[in-house]
């Protein structure tokens, strides 16, 4: 990810020739339009979340003549968002800390034991295995086991969908810490898992925190998975409330936008905050982190 | 000398045991969650089963019956369709808004932020966003056209069964589009810069750059972007399931909402997996294909090197 730090200073010679003249503003109007087209629609919701239906449809582009805070309402209490929100909350810190943990631990051993490079490859295809194609047997799996409809349940999957990607990246950040750390620990007597637990993993704390946002976007944005494995309402996920907003308000459609503003505003503050670990983590996939 | 020995050969005993417990927890899941349900998948499509009663073996009827049943071909059409819409249009279209913004340093930030955000949101959020935003009574789309006076534009988009394939297709690229821009360009960006201003002072102009310098510079990138657009039409179906549930009848169904809709609203079990099949080895082989194509064979391939 060498390239995606530089990015902040571009300022390279090359770029500075092309900072005038025609050419220059032609570009700035391409990238505008292009800017407008991928947030009209997010503002155009946002808009809409404040007026009442009949507003939405007479007076589409407008400001709303009178604020509706009440679709927020509707759409809080009568889609469930209050738990689902906490739910979604749970399932995803539960599954990114223990993706962490594990991954980190089988990382090391990859790292540093002779069998690792098989053990990577093993974990490699599923990289290329998406968990959907085989959530049929899975559901079968989970039902035979007992789990179905269990919060454990889904938490598990959740661990299992991020866990080649996790490794991947992890693995590949540890691959260059150099031995000679470790080897004066050992030296001085320290065991495997103190050298593990001082030594590799407060200096992974990049690699983590990349494949730990990573994992956090994949389970936040999950529906399918939920909707399989947790049939309770009360159990159920955020995206499952936004989808159960459709059939449930059919044409309330200052709710349905206001429950949309609802799921896309945490995401959006973190994306604010936190744009350049997001914007790595999701590439790390491709471009080696 | 014995002594040192024995000691080391105790080290490694406890090193191997300590290798083997941290191993255990991620191969576990793994192998228990991933490669037998994958097992089970191939096994469970030679098989009729609703789900509850007995599992009947049957060979390859699944696939035969999927192969003579027309509405599978009106699927493995719209899969296609959504798999070259993709590479055709959000491909080409991300290297170049890439390159646009390539050696920009007005605006880069923000530009990069904007266009990446609908990334980061789940499908479901945007698909039923943009149910709202193309109803073809109450969303802006139509409002906009009707205000322009393209009335015969003002389209019914989600419910024509002529068009809704495309809908939910631009509406996947529309949400993508900025992801593999910034891939795109993070693979620009790795260009070194040597390379750049050598061919500057030549006095290649912009076009003559795009073509000989960066394209070939960011080709290891496209692969990667390719092979993310193809495996992701094939298993994605997020769009299509809340914006027309793959609607009017299979016109906007992909294979992915097929297994689904098999699976979990028919009870057809056998037949959804025989779609997963078919998922997981046309994956494979695109991605195969895709190294093939822009390496040539013998390179390691870009995932699992």
Known sequence: MRCLRRSGSAETVYAMKQEHGMMFSIKMIVLSLFAVTTLFPFGWVLLSSFKTTSEIYGNSFGLPAEWQFGNYVTAWKGAGMAYSFLNTIFYTTTAVAAVLIITSMVSYVIVRSRFGRHLYHFFAFGLMLPIHSVIIPLNVLVNKMGLTGTRFSLILIYVVLNTSFSIFIISAFMRQIPMDFEEAATIDGCSRFRVFWQIMIPMSRPALITAGTLAFVSCWNDLILSMVFISKRQLNTLNYSIFMLKSQYVADYGAITAGLVISIVPLFCLYVIFQEQIVRGMLSGAVKG | MMKKNSCKRKRKHSDTLFFALFSVPSVLLYVVFLIVPLGLVIWLSLTRWTGAGDIRFIGFDNYSFLFSYSDFWIIIRNTAIMVLMNVAIQIPLATILAFVLFRLTRGFRFFRATYFLPSI?????????????????????????????????????????????????????????????????????????????????????????????????????????????????????????????????????????????????????????????????????????????????????????
């Open chain 2, 121 to 305: 949101i789940s499908a479901t959020v945007i698909g039923l966003m943009f149910s709202v935003l193309l109803n073809s009574d109450i969303g802006p789309v139509n409002s906009l056209l009707r205000s322009m006076g393209l009335n015969s534009l003002a389209l019914s988009w989600l419910s024509n069964p002529r068009i809704s394939i495309y809908t939910v297709t631009v509406v996947s690229l529309w949400q993508y589009i900025g992801y593999h821009m910034v891939l795109i360009l993070a693979g620009m960006q790795s260009i070194s810069e040597e390379i750049m201003e050598s061919a500057m002072i030549d006095g290649a102009n912009n076009f003559q750059l795009a073509i000989h310098i960066v394209l070939p510079q960011i080709r290891p990138v496209l692969e990667v972007s390719f092979i993310f657009c193809v495996t992701g039409c094939l298993k994605g179906f997020e769009h299509a399931f809340i914006m027309t549930w793959g609607g009017p009848g299979v016109a906007s169904t992909n294979l992915a909402l097929y297994m689904y809709k098999l699976a979990f609203s028919s009870s057809e079990l056998g037949k959804g997996a025989a779609i997963a099949v078919m998922i997981v080895v046309s994956a494979l082989v695109l991605t195969r294909l895709t190294n093939f194509i822009f390496r040539g064979k013998g390179e390691e391939d870009a995932l699992s090197s």
